[in-house]
């Protein structure tokens, strides 16, 4: 039986997760162009353990214990059945890199063009079966972005809990969107920290410095510090899948992302998963992650949020407190039950969401 050719284009998360599983599809050849080497900054992925990552969990760093806080109130969450993870980028590749060793995978380093719906890479034309797109797309402007600026740093006191994640402590300065800290313990004395905006306007580095100084300060009394390394992010915060003939976008580009979290590396893992079952089952080829009704509430949620920022910190805790760990575990990763959509539901604040439904009627 002749082999199936499947062409992956783009070294990130995406591409590297496909070609770690390329054994599982029958029959094929793989030829992953990757391009130069990836020179993008070391940073972590977060999601909640599922069915998807039950394989690589020794290669990640897991809590039970998650804190939402605001001003008046904090909640802790906990969960055996579903931690808390972060995973490390460069230790993620380099997995994914060990799993293709003597497999049915060509790594091409070359940057591949695409000219009329063809890909050519050095001129000549790829030909394949299958065509796999990863490579970063430019978003649309004037857009709500989840932008970011995180240390990982050490003291020499040891100040911290590493048994709990502060997921959001929204104890900082609201006055250029919505703001919260995120906080992740590695040891008493270790830590990652950052600085997240929920705005139009990516700030000078500045603000975000000055945010984790002070955080770290007021709470933590730590006013001396070693920074590890720093990473920084900027994520749009609506849908996208961008669609081309003959080729299927995977990852970001082919909408993986949450546009109400940002959360992406396990949606990655859930739409491989997907398309793996349907390039070994003869299906059409689809990268459908979220359901249209998460994607309008996500749209919904979006436009509220830009009509009144200031009210989310104490509607996000509004939102989870009525949650288990369980219950938001699953909701984050896409998991939705009806029961935990109705709790979600009800805690909104009825006539902003009636008015962002409005409005989103309107435009479309």
């Known amino acids: 039986m002749k082999k199936k050719i499947i062409n992956i284009f783009g070294g990130g998360c995406a591409g590297f997760s496909f070609i770690r599983r390329s054994q599982e599809v029958k029959d094929a050849i793989f030829k992953f162009y990757i391009g130069s080497e990836n020179s993008e900054k070391d940073h972590y992925w977060g999601f909640w353990r599922n069915k998807y990552s039950h394989d690589f969990d020794e290669i990640c760093l897991k809590w039970n214990k998650w804190k939402i806080i605001n001003y008046e109130n904090e909640k802790t969450f906990f969960s055996n059945q579903h931690p808390y993870c972060l995973i ?4 993620w590749i380099n997995f994914c890199k060990v ?18 719906s063809k890909f050519f890479v050095d001129e000549k034309l790829i030909e394949g079966d299958h065509f796999f797109d990863s490579r970063n797309i430019a978003s649309s402007k004037n857009i709500l972005l989840q932008h ?14 590493p048994s709990t994640v502060i997921l959001m402590d929204f104890r900082c ?40 100084n002070s955080y770290l300060k007021s709470f933590f009394n730590i006013k001396f510090f070693k920074v590890i390394k720093e990473e920084k992010g900027i994520i749009p915060m609506h849908h996208m899948n961008f669609s081309q003939e003959n080729s299927v976008s995977i990852g970001t580009r082919g909408g993986a992302t949450k ?32 359901t249209k009704f998460s994607l309008l509430m996500d749209k919904i ?46 805690s909104l ?16």
């Not at 940002?262 to 990268?287: A, D, M, P, V």
């Open 88 to 91: 490390n980028k460069n230790k």
């Open 99 to 116: 799993k293709i060793k003597n497999s049915n995978v060509k790594i091409i380093k070359k940057k591949v063009e695409d000219k009329n």
């Open 148 to 161: 970011f600026i995180g240390l990982t740093i050490e003291t020499n006191d040891n100040k911290f809990d």
């Open 173 to 212: 300065n609201q006055s250029r969107g919505l703001h919260f800290i995120y906080f992740i313990p590695f040891s008493e004395n270790k830590a990652l920290i950052e600085s997240t905006l929920f705005s139009k306007n990516v700030e000078d580095r500045k603000f975000y410095l000055s945010a984790i």
């Open 259 to 290: 546009p109400s979290s940002g959360y992406t590396f396990i949606f990655i893992q859930k739409q491989i998963s997907n398309i793996i079952y349907q390039l070994n089952n003869n299906l059409k080829i689809n990268n459908i992650i979220h």
């Open 301 to 346: 949620f979006i436009k509220a949020l830009e009509k009144k920022p200031e009210i989310f910190p104490d509607l996000f805790y509004k939102m989870n407190c009525r949650l288990s760990g369980d219950e938001m575990a699953l909701f984050m990763n896409g998991n939705q039950s009806l029961k935990t959509w109705l709790k979600i539901i009800y």
């Open 349 to 364: 604040p009825k006539l902003l969401f009636l008015n962002a439904i409005w409005h989103y009627i309107k435009r479309n």
